[in-house]
């Protein structure tokens, strides 16, 4: 299967809200709520932003929050600070013992 | 706390294998999935596969079919994840993840810290 499409680059000011997209297809995101968020900045592992579409675990802001629409899931960040500006990847299960994960959207703070 | 602590950084030649662990505190080990996730330099995040660390039943990704191997050792709370016939495009940062339902449905909750393996002549 082939990855999931977010879009490469995506940018805000501080206060701001900015979304960003995650399209898959009929197998993965349009058939499954099993959608998950990473926040990702550089050198570090990946942390946990966003599961099962729109929940948010234990100890991240309300800031973050996502959606989905048929074949397609986003993540909203409102009130951008500066500490949200990293690297976000969207993932989903894919059916077939599978799992996907999205090409990655770099978030820049202006 | 939660931890995920990987073994150190390795170099291996072409054809090589490598073997990287994953050991687990602070949980129950067993009760968990451990997910393989890998980056290239500059690159996204690509799904390896998955272990159940109690049943240590297995799935992996179609493109690490036949060259990956996922184990465990519930004794000492690790995994293992062996990459065989090593290519230069195999160059990452390898990391192990926790999953509580399996397929990620709750999210991979917890990052080891992330194994660098460079493949080079």
């Known amino acids: 299967q082939s990855a999931l499409t977010q879009p490469p680059s995506a940018s805000g000011s501080p206060g701001q809200s900015v979304t960003i997209s995650c399209t898959g297809t009929?197998?993965?995101?349009?058939?499954?709520?099993?959608v998950s968020w990473y926040k990702q900045h550089p050198g570090k592992a990946p942390k946990l932003m966003i599961y099962e579409v729109s929940k948010r675990p234990s100890g991240v802001p309300d800031r973050f929050s996502g959606s989905k629409s048929g074949y397609t899931a986003s993540l909203t960040v409102s009130g951008l600070q500066t500490e949200d500006e990293a690297d976000y990847y969207c993932s989903s299960f894919g059916g077939s013992s599978n799992v996907i994960f999205g090409g990655g959207t770099k978030l820049t703070v202006l | 706390q939660v931890q995920l602590v990987q073994s150190g950084a390795e170099v291996k030649t072409p054809g090589a294998s490598v073997k990287v662990s994953c050991k687990g505190s602070g949980y129950s080990f067993s009760g968990y999935y451990i997910h393989w996730v890998r980056q290239a330099p500059g690159q996204g995040l690509e799904w390896m596969g998955r272990?159940?660390?109690?049943?240590?039943?297995?799935d992996y990704a179609q493109n690490f079919q036949g060259r990956v191997t996922m184990t465990r050792d519930t004794s000492i709370s690790t995994a293992y994840m062996e990459l065989r016939s090593l290519r230069s495009d195999d160059t990452a940062v390898y990391y192990c993840?926790?999953?509580?339902?399996?397929?990620?449905?709750?999210?991979?909750?917890?990052w080891g810290q992330g194994t660098l393996v460079t493949v080079s002549s």
């Open positions: 272990m159940g660390s109690n049943s240590g039943g297995t």
């Open positions: 993840a926790r999953d509580p339902e399996g397929f990620t449905q709750r999210g991979l909750d917890y």
């Open positions: 009929s197998s993965d995101v349009g058939n499954y709520d099993y």
